[in-house]
């Protein structure tokens, strides 16, 4: 069934947040989260023949009256179930609820049917960018990515999730092209420095923020800045440079985070805890903040508040070995014993220098009775401990 537009006989795309006004400050978009101005979109038919119901819908879409647009589209796809418009339309107000796992499950009907389907591909990456899983919205990106490489919101949206997710080198890879081309492009050029720095790749780094200095852009550079200080070991140099940035200005997006790890660092850890808590205001799925900050809470005996962010860490990044880490500690804490016993196997498997992951295992081994395992794991810790430090990065448990 082919649903009309009330306006035209035009296909018209709509944001979720067309309401707000929007903006070609780039740098904002991709810093404050893509989707803030990159919403679902809403899609009206080409067909002129109107539709009273779907009319209905769409008005109280617009109007914001979100609960009475998602019992109409329900209504209406009763009676049409394969509207595309009306479905998507449907998975859009059920965004605005914050129903996202419901409006997956309508982007995914449209998918199934049609693969190709960009506002579907782009609308269900975004539901599960707000939900925080980012690995599977990459996958969506990147397929929209290939089929529109001129979509920019997909571009960002990808970028930003290979940052979130710690894919400094597939960032690079996307972004390094597009900036060579665009050298004044301040996202772009934030990204791939973010990325390279992060990466290891100093100076490379370094001719990034070089550019950001002459082109006056002192505050973000600074933030790049203290990261390469920070990542040098520099950690009051870091914490002084970033200080700096944020009394510029403190809305600067992930200089909260860095700021708190050089403190950290430092072994300031109240002040730490601080600007961990800041940077969860303005982005409660910043990785790094959720687990130091929960590593910290641990590591002070509070359980209660520090398992919240470290199970939240662990849900945006799923395979790091430092969520996996807290998370099986705080397993043991709290008497979970086989999910933490879980959790230290797999992470001795992957690492099998991680001394700490093998006593936490062995102390686990011991509370469960396995004596056997425990004593086995007690010798691999003397066995590591005895031997010259392994040249492989190993993952750092400290809070």
């Known amino acids: 069934m082919t649903l009309s537009s009330r306006e035209s006989?035009?296909?018209?795309?709509?944001?979720?947040?067309?309401?707000?006004?929007?903006t070609h400050h780039k740098l904002k978009l991709i810093l404050t989260i893509a989707v803030a101005v990159f919403g679902p979109f809403r899609l009206d038919s080409q067909e002129v023949s109107p539709q009273a119901l779907y009319?209905?819908?769409?008005?109280?879409?617009?109007?914001?009256?979100?609960?009475?647009?998602?019992?109409?589209?329900?209504?209406?796809?009763?009676?049409?179930?394969?509207s595309v418009e009306a479905r998507i339309n449907l998975g859009v107000a059920l965004s605005q609820e914050g129903r996202y796992g419901e409006a997956v499950q309508q982007y995914m009907h449209v998918l199934a049917h049609d693969p190709?389907?960009?506002?579907?591909?782009?609308?269900?990456?975004l539901a599960y960018y707000k939900q925080g899983d980012y690995g599977k919205a990459r996958v969506e990106l990147?397929?929209?990515?290939?089929l529109s490489p001129d979509n920019q919101q997909a571009f960002y949206l990808l970028a930003d999730c290979d940052l979130r997710l710690g894919s400094f080198q597939d960032a690079i890879a996307l972004v390094e092209p597009a900036y060579e081309a665009h050298p004044d492009d301040q996202a772009l050029e934030?990204?791939?420095?973010?990325?390279?720095?992060?990466?290891?790749?100093?100076?490379?780094g370094?001719?990034?923020?070089?550019?950001?200095?002459?082109?006056?852009?002192?505050?973000?550079?600074?933030?790049?800045?203290?990261?390469?200080?920070?990542?040098?070991?520099?950690?009051?140099?870091?914490?002084?440079?970033?200080?700096?940035?944020?009394?510029?200005?403190?809305?600067?997006?992930?200089?909260?985070?860095?700021?708190?790890?050089?403190?950290?660092?430092?072994?300031?850890?109240?002040?730490?805890?601080?600007?961990?808590?800041?940077?969860l205001q303005t982005d409660p799925n910043d990785f790094d903040a959720c687990l130091h900050l929960g590593a910290l809470l641990r590591h002070d005996g509070d359980i209660e508040?520090?398992?919240?962010?470290?199970?939240?860490?662990?849900?945006?990044?799923?395979?790091?070995?430092?969520?996996?880490?807290?998370?099986?500690?705080?397993?043991?804490?709290i008497g979970?014993?086989?999910?933490?016993?879980?959790?230290?196997?797999?992470?001795?498997?992957?690492?099998?220098?991680?001394?700490?992951?093998?006593?936490?295992?062995?102390?686990?081994?011991?509370?469960?009775?396995?004596?056997?395992?425990?004593?086995?794991?007690?010798?691999?810790?003397i066995e590591l401990s005895e031997k010259p430090r392994s040249k492989k990065p190993q993952p750092d448990v400290a809070p």
């Open 190 to 204: 934030y990204i791939l420095g973010t990325a390279l720095i992060q990466d290891g790749q100093k100076q490379k």
């Open 142 to 146: 990147n397929s929209l990515h290939e």
């Open 55 to 82: 009319d209905q819908a769409g008005k109280a879409l617009d109007r914001g009256n979100t609960a009475q647009a998602i019992k109409l589209y329900e209504e209406l796809l009763r009676k049409a179930p394969d």
């Open 206 to 279: 370094a001719a990034v923020i070089d550019h950001m200095m002459r082109n006056g852009n002192a505050s973000i550079a600074g933030v790049l800045i203290g990261a390469s200080q920070f990542a040098a070991g520099e950690y009051k140099t870091a914490v002084a440079t970033l200080r700096k940035s944020l009394d510029l200005n403190p809305t600067l997006p992930g200089a909260w985070t860095i700021y708190g790890r050089a403190l950290l660092g430092s072994g300031e850890n109240e002040e730490a805890k601080s600007a961990f808590r800041r940077a």
């Open 336 to 381: 979970h014993l086989e999910e933490s016993r879980t959790g230290f196997e797999k992470l001795v498997k992957q690492w099998p220098e991680f001394v700490e992951a093998h006593v936490q295992l062995a102390m686990v081994y011991t509370r469960l009775h396995r004596t056997e395992d425990s004593e086995r794991e007690r010798r691999i810790v």
């Open 9 to 22: 006989g035009t296909r018209l795309v709509y944001n979720e947040t067309s309401r707000m006004r929007s």
């Open 116 to 125: 190709r389907n960009q506002p579907a591909l782009l609308n269900l990456s």
């Open 305 to 333: 508040n520090a398992a919240p962010h470290l199970r939240h860490a662990l849900t945006l990044r799923p395979d790091s070995a430092q969520a996996i880490f807290q998370v099986s500690a705080v397993d043991a804490a």
